[in-house]
């Protein structure tokens, strides 16, 4: 059963840093590209970051490029968010995503003072 478990998220103060995982079970992440989105309330899911199967290929939307940092380990069939200098519209679920999987619980992440 293809699984995907996000976890890291948390309250930080603005200017703080998270780092996010996610847990891939019941398929090799080494295969595929792999995605974080996220979803603040009231608004529609967005993508990220995303990263290709290899590593070599790392994108990133344009309001977190300088600041967030996605990585994957395949050995541990696990990719990372690292996110710093987090500000206060960073607010949102994060989900990470594989083509063809179905979303999983998404991790919350909070950023206030």
């Known amino acids: 059963q293809v699984q995907l478990v996000e976890s890291g998220g948390g309250l930080v103060q603005p200017g703080g840093s998270l780092r996010l995982s996610c847990a891939a079970s019941?398929?090799?992440?080494?295969?595929?590209?792999m995605s974080w989105y996220r979803q603040a309330p009231g608004k529609k899911r967005e993508l990220v970051a995303s990263i290709s199967n290899t590593g070599s290929n790392i994108n990133y939307v344009d309001s977190v490029k300088g600041r967030f940092t996605i990585s994957r380990d395949n050995a541990k069939n696990t990719i990372y968010l690292q996110m710093n200098s987090l500000k206060p519209e960073d607010t949102a679920v994060y989900y990470c995503?594989?083509?063809?999987?179905?979303w999983g619980q998404g991790t919350q992440v909070t950023v206030s003072s």
């Open positions: 019941g398929f090799m992440i080494s295969f595929y590209a």
């Open positions: 995503f594989a083509p063809g999987s179905n």
